[in-house]
């Protein structure tokens, strides 16, 4: 006779749920139509992955997912595509509207459960720094690792966002005026 | 394409949390927001690129870009 731990089962089941539901969605990036679609297919499946984040008990990684990732570069994404008018291909059919709200109603139940059954749970008692720092995957833990152990790749990705920030408005800047101010 | 590059970024993310989960250790999460961060740099760079191809030649086909000349 074998015995298995309920919230063991229920917290695979919902991974899976969660996993496939990752899965579907960045199918649909794939196979959509039209490009804003496959934005919001992608900003679908992120938000899965935030949700996967939780389950793992990684709390910081999934909040920053949440902020940086599917907040400020699938925005982004959406400006640009917004910008350069990516037209429909094909006429979608009224099924597939019902499959996107499906979609949307599961992200939104697998929400609920993610944050309920997996191991974040919300802390109760003192918010002491001995209890916040024994969950690890909380931001003091990262942070103790990140300012100690690992601080030349945290300087050096700054470093990396300052050049990317410097090379977009040299991109932007030196594509009409000064060419034509050099020809004279 | 560059949402194609995004799941990829998107995927090494989840199996190092998952293994940092799995091997009880920080450094997984904290190699995920080393990507994170510059997935979204390389995000930027290349949307600029993007546009400046547009703005250029007003032809939004991959399989035109093609020549490397300006």
């Known amino acids: 006779m074998f015995e298995f731990d309920l919230l063991e089962l229920t917290r695979e089941t919902i991974t899976l749920a969660v996993g496939l539901t990752a899965v579907l969605a960045s199918l649909g990036v794939i196979l959509c139509s039209s490009p804003v679609y496959c934005a919001l297919y992608l900003i679908g499946n992120m938000i899965c992955l935030a949700l996967l984040f939780l389950l793992y008990n990684a709390e910081f990684v999934a909040a920053v997912q949440i902020i940086v990732y599917a907040g400020a570069v699938m925005i982004l994404f959406l400006f640009i595509i917004a910008l350069l008018g990516g037209k429909k291909e094909i006429q979608e059919s009224p099924a597939q509207r019902s499959i996107v709200f499906a979609l949307i109603i599961t992200m939104l139940g697998e929400l609920y459960l993610a944050a309920t059954v997996g191991p974040t749970k919300p802390l109760e008692g003192v918010f002491d720094s001995k209890t916040v720092a024994e969950v690890g995957g909380s931001a003091k833990a990262i942070g103790l690792e990140l300012f100690s152990r690992h601080l030349i790749p945290f300087e050096l990705v700054s470093g990396l966002l300052l050049v990317a920030a410097v090379g977009v408005i040299c991109l932007a800047k030196f594509s009409y005026v000064p060419l034509r101010r050099r020809v004279k | ?70």
């Open chain 2, 1 to 70: 394409m560059f949402m194609s590059v995004e799941l990829m970024l998107n995927s090494v993310n989840f199996l190092l949390v998952g293994y940092s989960n799995f091997l009880k250790s920080v450094d997984g999460q904290i190699f995920a927001l080393m990507i994170m961060a510059v997935a979204a740099a390389e995000v930027v760079v290349g949307l600029a690129i993007i546009l400046t191809i547009f703005r250029t030649r007003h032809d939004m086909d991959v399989d035109h870009i093609d020549v490397l000349k300006g």
